[in-house]
């Protein structure tokens, strides 16, 4: 890296993130002086007053204007998810975060002014009135089948979210918006579009007056933004003004002069094209499952017009490549405590996509792909996260340079099947060529840009599920019956009999979850109108519509992930090995000892540790894995949405395992209680495969996974697996194999495990030692304790 670049790196070094409450502060005055109008008019008067008022600046050193919140590295309080009691707020002061005792303060005086407006709701509020107040799924809510467990019926979880970025939250809406629009013909076209629209409209149906309303606030959010990009001109000519250095004079200058231009304009020259797209982001987030989507490809046209005429050279577009990462990573979020358990070391899912197939099926890698591999690798900086889209013909030239990029110890890129992501979209009615143009949003989860959305994505815990199937329904962790009395498993007298039974019972609990789950779609989709995000949307500004309130062709708003599917997997294998087949134990001495936490039970543990587990390439711990991650599939695709679709299965955990694990009893394949579950979903347990890498691929790949729209893969390597190239081409043959042969994704830690163990007990010592987690990579030292000896302990492997 240049200098310029070092010396923002060394700038992250920080040990206290600020907490900030400007744009709650703006929020506010904006809803206290909008009560009564349409909420689609409130949101986008809002987002209006946040672009004209809130307090910008621009670091020593940076070619891009824009920063996430209103100070250097903050997260600013969000008013949409939740309220920041004072407890929850000691909790933040406890760990890397600080308010300044004024600024918290003024947050509790904000709070109470806000939620004593009776036209103000924030999204737990809502879902209280339906969930924590329903006594039918209110036992569920608690019951730790879905994270995190609510522990109050109106405060839900606890907590609400501070995040970077000056769009509307809240959430993790997993979407790719339509960056190419906005860089080939600028906000313009978009405010053209919207006015058109408005000139043409005719009140001749039942929507028309909310399609008016939403043409207005279109306007006015796309004109507030272009005013915003001025702000940054007006700011960068004064810098410039009272500059002494001439060199840096001339940098403030000319970002002066890209922000008088774009977004309004379409983009003309490379550092156009990034000063665009990184305004556009900013206005994508706060959502920390932002993604960049195909940065590769849509940039490509700017990249190679300015290399061909001489304007740009290959090291300054990775100087702008750097500065951006550099940018990224001050791009952050928090939440609640229970929250932050699930998302653990601070994670964010800024996911840049790579490589992959064109329209056409043809490979689509180009110099950027490459360039932006060695932005990673040269700052060695954990985000923002790269994704190589992998199939057939990905250049060996690109897996051995991602493969060097991983070696370094990043955990990225990961590598995901253009096969079986092209065929989940095609499967669900996606035109092919379409379908081809999916890239990775959130972490591993597939998304059209601009075509397809997912609004709620929510953890379901299969073990916990299992738990209380075995004890008819009874949750062990909140001392309720939260399930069907789906039997009592010491009179069921066949292994068929017990499973079917434990599927009636899952069946029941996933239904639940999927109600869940709709009732925030209904509330987000009358609370939390975006319209800068929905007009970025195929059709976004024609349709009349907010994203939220759309049927898109391929619907997949409502997601459940499935945590904890290889320990049930496992569970089952050693429930009919040691019960079923052998007879050594009765289901009665089972309950007897799971209930004891195996206390008293060692020698009957250690058989059950001793069975058949996934990822060892046994066929009845991987054909059982396989069977509840199809029935987990089959089920979503039975559920209703509010949005007249299908609820879509995902397997990923983030952090999840843990508090998932926290919540679920001991259990059959020899866990305790509360300790962690298998991490990922095709991972296998912890210490559980024996038999080497290859081994683990033959498991996974006996799961269909193409029915989901993400499955997640973790592998570790010690450092001397991966010395040489040949080790790398071993690796790349081995991923390009699986990808194309029924994986769906795979991921690397390369790290020593005795630097882990150091880092665990001096982290002063290594605090640049980065760790791949699930979908995102984050500082090793900012993990929790438990999430820390998860990645420790996970199975170190040789290229074979």
């Keep these: 890296m240049n200098q310029r670049v070092k010396k923002m790196k060394d700038s992250l070094r920080i040990s206290k993130y600020p907490l900030c409450i400007e744009l709650f502060r703006l929020a506010n005055e904006s809803l206290d002086a909008t009560g009564g109008e349409p909420m689609v008019i409130r949101r986008a008067k809002l987002h209006e007053h946040i672009l004209d008022n809130i307090t910008i600046f621009i670091e020593e050193d940076d070619l891009l204007c824009g920063s996430g919140a209103s100070k250097p590295f903050g997260m600013e309080m969000q008013y949409e998810y939740g309220v920041w009691t004072k407890d929850e707020v000691e909790s933040l002061k406890s760990e890397i975060y600080t308010i300044t005792p004024e600024d918290e303060e003024e947050l509790y005086q904000l709070n109470k002014r806000f939620a004593d407006n009776a036209l103000n709701s924030n999204l737990v509020d809502a879902l209280s009135q339906s969930l924590g107040m329903n006594d039918r799924l209110w036992p569920f809510m608690k019951s730790g089948c879905i994270l995190p467990p609510w522990k109050d019926r109106k405060g839900g979880s606890g907590g609400g979210f501070a995040m970077s970025g000056y769009g509307l939250g809240p959430g993790f809406f997993l979407v790719c918006i339509d960056f190419e629009r906005i860089l080939k013909e600028g906000a313009k076209s978009i405010l053209t579009e919207a006015e058109e629209c408005l000139k043409n409209l005719r009140y001749t149906s039942s929507d028309s007056i909310d399609k008016q309303h939403y043409w207005e606030a279109v306007i006015r959010v796309f004109k507030a933004w272009v005013r915003f990009a001025g702000r940054y001109a007006d700011l960068a000519e004064k810098m410039a003004a009272e500059e002494k250095d001439p060199v840096r004079q001339a940098e403030l200058l000319e970002m002066a002069r890209i922000c008088r231009k774009v977004p309004m304009e379409p983009a003309e020259t490379f550092r156009e094209a990034m000063q665009s797209f990184w305004f556009t982001f900013l206005m994508a987030c706060p959502s920390p499952t932002t993604t960049a989507g195909r940065f590769d490809q849509y940039m490509y046209p700017y990249y190679r017009n300015d290399i061909d005429s001489g304007r740009i050279t290959d090291d300054e577009v990775l100087e702008l490549l750097e500065i951006m990462r550099c940018k990224i990573m001050k791009i952050n979020r928090v939440s609640g405590k229970a929250n932050r358990a699930k998302n653990s070391g601070m994670a964010k899912w800024y996911n840049w996509t790579i490589g992959g197939v064109d329209a056409d099926g043809n490979d689509a890698t180009n110099e950027l792909s490459y360039l932006l591999l060695e932005s990673a690798l040269d700052t060695q900086l954990p985000h923002f996260t790269i994704t190589v889209r992998v199939h057939k013909n990905t250049p060996e030239k690109l897996m051995l340079k991602a493969l060097e990029v991983v070696k370094s110890g990043l955990g990225m890129p990961a590598f995901l099947s253009d096969k079986s992501y092209i065929n989940f979209f095609t499967m669900g009615g996606m035109p092919l060529e379409e379908a081809r143009d999916y890239c990775a949003t959130g972490c591993v989860d597939g998304n059209i840009p601009a075509r397809t959305r997912s609004q709620v994505v929510t ?227 912890h210490g559980k495969d024996t038999h080497g890498p290859l081994a683990v691929l033959h498991s996974a790949m006996k799961v269909d996974q193409d029915p989901y729209q993400g499955t997640l893969m973790n592998m570790k390597f010690h450092p001397s697996a991966l010395k040489t190239e040949e080790d790398r081409k071993k690796l790349g043959a081995m991923i390009k194999t699986y990808l194309t042969h029924g994986g769906k994704h795979i991921q690397f830690n390369v790290v020593n495990r005795e630097e882990m163990v150091d880092a665990k007990i001096h982290p002063e010592d290594h605090p640049e030692l980065v760790v791949r987690v699930a979908g995102y990579s984050a500082y090793f030292t900012r993990l929790s304790g438990a999430i820390q000896d998860e990645v420790i302990n996970r199975t170190d492997h040789d290229i074979q």
Excluded at 463 to 484: K, M, N, P, S, W
Excluded at 580 to 606: H, V
Excluded at 611 to 627: F, R
Excluded at 654 to 663: D, L, M, N, R
């Design 459 to 685: 953890f379901f815990i299969i073990a916990q599920a299992f738990d209380i199937f075995l004890h008819d329904g009874y949750c062990r962790y909140t001392g309720e019956q939260v399930g069907i009395h789906s039997g009592d498993v010491t009179k069921m007298e066949t292994f068929e009999e017990f499973k079917a039974a434990f599927y009636r019972q899952m069946d029941h609990l996933m239904h639940l979850a999927a109600e869940r789950n709709n009732v925030e779609l209904i509330a987000e989709r009358s609370l939390f109108p975006d319209p800068f995000r929905s007009a970025l949307m195929k059709d976004g500004v024609s349709s009349g519509k907010d994203m939220l309130d759309r049927h898109f062709s391929f619907e997949n708003g409502s997601l459940l992930g499935a945590v904890g599917g290889v320990n049930t997997g496992d569970s089952l294998a050693a429930v009919k090995t040691l019960i079923y087949d052998q007879k050594k134990y009765t289901m009665a001495q089972l309950l007897e000892a799971l209930n004891a936490d195996w206390e008293g039970y060692e020698k009957m543990r250690s058989d059950f540790i001793a069975a058949p587990k996934y990822g060892n390439d046994e066929d009845l711990p991987d054909s059982l894995v396989a069977e509840v991650y199809k029935f987990f599939a089959d089920t979503c695709y039975s559920m209703d949405t509010a949005y007249d679709g299908k609820v879509t299965p995902n397997a990923i955990s983030i952090s999840a395992h843990q508090p998932g694990g926290a919540c679920t009893g001991a259990t059959p394949d020899g866990r305790k209680g509360g300790e962690i579950l298998a991490d990922a979903s095709l991972s296998p347990d």
